[in-house]
């Protein structure tokens, strides 16, 4: 089985030139190269040549039967070959004498799973009949190297490519649940809102034969382990929009003029889809709650993509306030209608005296500005009555209500 093909990266193409470059001049040679075989082709992925002499370049491809390397990797030929044009074995290849080939030393590339990826060779226009066994382990100890870097770059974009199939599976036959969790006004007792939550149970879904090599089955995870997934395979705009079009199935159910809350980190929002996602939509009645899965450095543009939106009744909430010194940053630069307490600092807020401070703090920054505060995760009676007497308007957390599916869901304000 020949491996898949691996895109370069910056990184790795100077560490792999570098490479090249000093087994080449270590042993005297004009061109360094590292090919890789693909189908009945053999192309140059890398390559390195002496000043004034480069009859190759990396992309450069060729028939695999006509090349060194397939003959060295076949036992064919010995990896040293001190004066090709002695060499019978050769003597038919058309570059042994078009450029011409006089040394040459090549070893196989071999991932730790047997898989051949192709060659790591040199070569030279001149014969050297002083090529011996040390200069074969020189490219043996050079050749290691470069087996490592591309075996550790092949298994990252194999483990992305499998990344992105289950997570398209995820998103087109939506395998994930929407529940909304009830938002309250704490002083009324009065329901306000829900904010709509994704859950990834571990049921299964229909696999078509894209899907035949991978599990039709979606793990257990926690949303944010699938957002950081989808980050990283860079799906995160479509993940969270198929997320985002889910939850919005549920707004016309939600009773009276409740408002529905969806999270949607700033990467989405700067992709620019968001704006058609909502629409025509009833735009008083969503928030949008800005999560920050990687750091945001362009908080005016965000700003400016929701200016329109904004302006027709939408709001935007920060997320997590209170979790880290990077969570203050949004509240300063992004003028949110709504600051989000994160869990992390409403938890024992009725016991920790530092946590109870913090808070009290963001509530004095939020009513300086005039901002409304809420506050996530409230799980105990004594958390309840700190944030009232703090001034914090909204809560939510699962003494008041555990997030559920819509269907059944009973909404029963547990203020007291």
Not at 116 to 139: E, H, I, K, Q, W
Not at 171 to 193: K, N, S
Request: proline share 7%; net charge negative; charged share 25%.
């Amino acid at each position: 089985m020949k491996p898949t093909h691996i895109e370069g990266t910056p990184d790795l193409d100077d560490a792999m030139i570098d490479l090249l470059r000093s087994v080449r001049r270590s042993l005297g040679m004009e061109v360094a190269f590292v090919s890789e075989f693909t189908g009945d082709l053999r192309v140059f992925r890398f390559v390195d040549s002496a000043p004034g002499f480069t009859p190759l370049s990396a992309g450069l491809a060729g028939p695999l039967d006509e090349s060194y390397c397939k003959f060295v990797c076949e036992g064919m030929l010995p990896q040293v070959v001190r004066n090709a044009q002695d060499e019978p074995a050769v003597a038919h290849i058309a570059a042994t004498r078009a450029l011409p080939v006089g040394a040459h030393l090549s070893v196989p590339i071999r991932f730790s799973d047997g898989r051949l990826y192709g060659t790591f060779c040199c070569f030279s226009r001149s014969p050297d009949p002083t090529l011996n066994a040390r200069d074969l382990s020189v490219m043996n100890t050079f050749a290691g190297f470069a087996t490592r870097m591309l075996e550790r770059v092949h298994l990252s974009e194999t483990a992305r490519a499998r990344s992105r199939t289950r997570l398209a599976r995820i998103t087109r036959d939506r395998q994930f649940e929407i529940h909304y969790q009830p938002m309250f006004d704490i002083a009324a007792g009065r329901l306000v809102g829900h904010e709509a939550l994704a859950r990834f149970t571990g049921r299964s879904g229909p696999a078509g034969p894209a899907d035949a090599a991978d599990e039709a089955t979606v793990p257990e995870r926690t949303p944010g382990a699938w957002l950081q997934e989808a980050l990283q395979a860079g799906m995160l705009e479509p993940f969270e929009l198929a997320v985002l079009r889910a939850a919005l199935d549920g707004l016309p159910r939600l009773q009276g003029d409740a408002c529905l809350s969806m999270n949607v980190s700033p990467e989405t929002i700067l992709a620019g889809h968001v704006d058609a996602l909502l629409d025509g939509l009833p735009l008083e009645r969503l928030v949008l709650e800005l999560t920050e899965h990687a750091p945001v450095i362009d908080y005016p543009l965000i700003v400016e993509r929701l200016s329109r939106l904004r302006a027709a009744g939408l709001r935007l909430a920060v997320d997590d306030a209170g979790a880290s010194l990077s969570s203050f940053r949004p509240l300063l630069r992004l003028e949110p209608d709504i600051i989000k307490l994160d869990a992390s600092l409403v938890r024992r807020i009725d016991v920790e005296r530092g946590q109870r401070a913090l808070a009290a703090a963001l509530v004095r920054f939020a009513e300086e500005v005039g901002i409304p505060v809420a506050a996530e995760g409230v799980e105990t009676a004594g958390e309840l009555r700190v944030l009232r007497e703090l001034g914090v308007g909204q809560a939510q957390g699962f003494l008041l209500g555990h997030p559920a599916p819509l269907p059944g869901h009973r909404i029963e304000a547990n203020t007291a």
